[in-house]
Every structure is written in structure tokens, then in C-alpha cells.
């Protein structure tokens, strides 16, 4: 059963690759994705500065990961490269594995597979992949942090809410109206009557100094 899993973890990862390269190789030429504009153009300039050591810090009129992420990127592959889009098409396509990975441990195999499926064909997906906006990222922290959430659900392991607050704050610096979840998971974590009240501090505790 393990191997069957990872199996399918791993075909649903090249598929879902395999389709984002492909539009990324269609497109790479296209204007809009040679020359970006509005935030795409924002975060490029922000990401180049961090690469060239001209960024002077201030106030971040935008959250602030994904510049530093793309900034990584540009050391690594060079502006321009159309490695830096498939980058962020591996990462969109780790994003339909959590998202298979939740569904199987909350629904089992079948609707684990439909909903990887429609993941990987997902076009709204697919379209951000190939575009210097922050959704491939925050996409990823997210289904990451649920992931763990369900896990960390029937488990005392503080090791797991701490991941839990990881990805999520993670997330809150990539968008900042994420920081909405912190409340809802307290709250849910509090309203959980099979934990005992210390048992319940230990995970609210462990979750907040992760997102911290």
C-alpha cells in the first residue's frame, strides 16, 4: 500500500509537471510573459535589486517572500531563464500531491484521485505557473500547511502543529490576509472536546510559535 501511494504521489507529480512545462514552453515567448507588468514587473524589480545588493530595506508595501523566493531563483538560473517559470511549475505540481495527500487521508483513494486529477488539469492553476505572481507559492504553503493540519489533527506530536504554524505563517508572508487563519485555528483547536484543556494549550502553543 505504501509503495502503491508514493507510486501514485509521484505519477500525479510528473503529470502535473509534464502539463505546466508544456504550456510554459508554448508561452515562453509571448509577451506577457516576457516582459511582466503590475506586480509581476514589481516583484521582478524587487528581486533583482536583492540579487544586485541595491535593495535598501523600508516599508514592505507588499508581502515580502516571494521577491525574496524569486530572488533565490535568479542567483541560481539567471534572469529570464525559462528554468525559473518550471521551477515554479515543480512547485505548482507539489501543490496537486498535498492537495491528493489531504484528500486520501480524508476521503480515501478514489476522491484523493479525482481531486489530484483535477488539480493537475486545473487551468486557473496551470495559467499562474507560468507567470512571476506569488500563487505557485502560496498555493504550496498552503495545501502544506492543511496537510499537517490533518495530520497533526490525530496526533499529539508538537513537532506536527509546529509545522503547521511554519506553513501557515510562511504562507501569511507570501499573503498577508492569511494571518485570518490564525484566529479559526485557535478556535478550532480549542472546541476540540477529546483533548484534554493542557493538551489543547500544548498545540495552540506549538501552532503559534511556529506562525511566529
Not at 486545473?122 to 499537517?148: D, E, I, Q, R, T
Amino acid at each position: 500500500m505504501r509503495r502503491r501511494e508514493l507510486a501514485t504521489g509521484a505519477g500525479l507529480f510528473l503529470v502535473a509537471f509534464a502539463f505546466r512545462a508544456l504550456y510554459i514552453a508554448q508561452i515562453a515567448h509571448e509577451p506577457a510573459v516576457r516582459y511582466p507588468v503590475l506586480d509581476a514587473l514589481a516583484y521582478h524589480r524587487w528581486a533583482v535589486a536583492l540579487v544586485e545588493g541595491t535593495w535598501q530595506g523600508g516599508v514592505y508595501y507588499q508581502d515580502p517572500l516571494y521577491p525574496y523566493f524569486l530572488s533565490l531563483l535568479y542567483r541560481v538560473f539567471g534572469q529570464g531563464s525559462i528554468a525559473v517559470l518550471l521551477c515554479q511549475a515543480a512547485l505548482d505540481a507539489g501543490s496537486v500531491v498535498l492537495l491528493w495527500a489531504t484528500a486520501r487521508r480524508l476521503f480515501g483513494v478514489t476522491p484523493a484521485l479525482v481531486s489530484g486529477l483535477l488539480a493537475a488539469f486545473y487551468a486557473v492553476f496551470v495559467f499562474y505557473a507560468a507567470l512571476l505572481l506569488k500563487a505557485p507559492l502560496l498555493l504550496f504553503l498552503f495545501n502544506a500547511s492543511f496537510l499537517l493540519l490533518v495530520y497533526a489533527a490525530d496526533s499529539d506530536a508538537l513537532l506536527l502543529w509546529l509545522g503547521v504554524g511554519v506553513a501557515l505563517g510562511l504562507a501569511a508572508l507570501t499573503r498577508a490576509n492569511a494571518l485570518l487563519f490564525v484566529p479559526l485555528l485557535l478556535l478550532w483547536i480549542a472546541l476540540d472536546r477529546e483533548r484534554t484543556p493542557s493538551a489543547r494549550a500544548r498545540r495552540a502553543l506549538a501552532a503559534c510559535a511556529g506562525i511566529a
